[in-house]
């Protein structure tokens, strides 16, 4: 399944794509009858409490085989894709939990000694936007570099799992832009500050479930600037993969519905070029992953 976070009439809710569109999931649970209630309460109506509930997601498949199953016109309303605002599928996460280092080739392009595993570090939930959103160049920093990166969402309370059962608390995958101010990077010897600027974390367009994509390893990822491809990978080549990167990260801390994992990006970054390359105001980033779409930001002046 595809799931959505999205906006109509100024009214933020959650969907589920089907045939002709999307889906409001608590209207549609509205329709099917009070089953699709969450602690006797009603149908969640964010991506977090739905990922927080344990058969949200059970829940929304049962109801999108219902639609299914009815004729045309018996089926509920569906919103055209065009007609509404897709958002960051989760606005504000517990944590973001990235990767630093995790394909070959960009280690090999930026120079660095290869780690045991993969470098480990925090972007501030505040930095994520959403699809189609402008991103104001930020005051303190003028060296933007783009980063495509496959995305878990977790979706069940994760901690000290193995390898073999790590695919059982991920809700699914979208993608992140872990987009880096290079000098901020540079110049404060830690990660975190030149990650979490405000607008620094594009995310979308959309959570496509664990079922549909399994360990997600195969994927083609591209970035374009401009429309001139930059990064152009697959997921295969990750040096560690989704199962050894959760079972790693949740012998260390626990897990939670809705956190977001960034799992690194490849080679073709822009820092690494000769000379460097660097967003500026009017570049557009179109970073796309195979079976999860596009996710589409454009840089403005700042503000």
């Not at 794509?17 to 099917?32: K, N, Q, S, T």
């Not at 699709?36 to 085989?65: C, K, N």
């Not at 390898?163 to 872990?178: H, K, M, P, R």
């Not at 901020?184 to 830690?190: C, E, T």
């Amino acid at each position: 399944m595809r799931l959505f976070t999205y906006s109509r009439l100024g009214v933020s809710s959650v969907g589920v794509e089907v045939e002709g569109g999307i889906l409001d999931i608590p209207d549609a649970a509205r329709y099917f009858g009070s089953t699709y209630v969450m602690d006797g309460q009603r149908f969640p109506t964010t991506m977090e409490d739905l990922l927080a509930w344990e058969s949200g997601i059970d829940a929304v498949r049962s109801i999108a085989e219902k639609f299914e199953g009815l004729p045309v016109l018996e089926r509920p309303l569906v919103f055209p894709t065009y007609s509404v605002k897709i958002l960051a599928p989760i606005y504000r996460p517990g944590k973001i939990v990235a990767l630093g280092l995790n394909y070959k080739e960009h280690i090999e392009e930026t120079g660095s000694e290869t780690p045991g595993f993969p470098v480990i570090f925090a972007k501030f939930p505040s930095c994520i936007v959403n699809p189609d959103d402008v991103i104001p160049m930020p005051k303190v920093s003028d060296k933007l570099d783009w980063e495509v990166e496959l995305a878990v969402v977790i979706g069940k309370t994760c901690r000290e799992v193995d390898e073999d059962s790590a695919l059982d608390y991920v809700a699914g995958y979208t993608i992140i832009n872990d987009v880096s101010a290079r000098d901020l990077q540079r110049d404060d010897g830690q990660w975190i500050r030149g990650k979490s600027l405000d607008g620094l974390g594009p995310l979308g367009p959309c959570i496509v479930t664990v079922d549909e994509l399994g360990d997600a390893s195969g994927l083609t990822m591209q970035t374009k600037i401009n429309g001139v491809i930059k990064q152009d990978s697959t997921t295969s080549l990750l040096r560690y993969g989704v199962r050894q990167i959760i079972s790693h990260l949740s012998q260390s801390f626990t897990l939670e519905p809705s956190d977001i994992i960034a799992t690194g990006t490849p080679s073709g970054v822009g820092f690494t070029r000769d000379p460097p390359e660097y967003l500026k105001p009017g570049d557009e980033m179109v970073l796309y992953i195979e079976k999860i779409g596009y996710l589409k930001n454009r840089i403005i002046p700042s503000q």
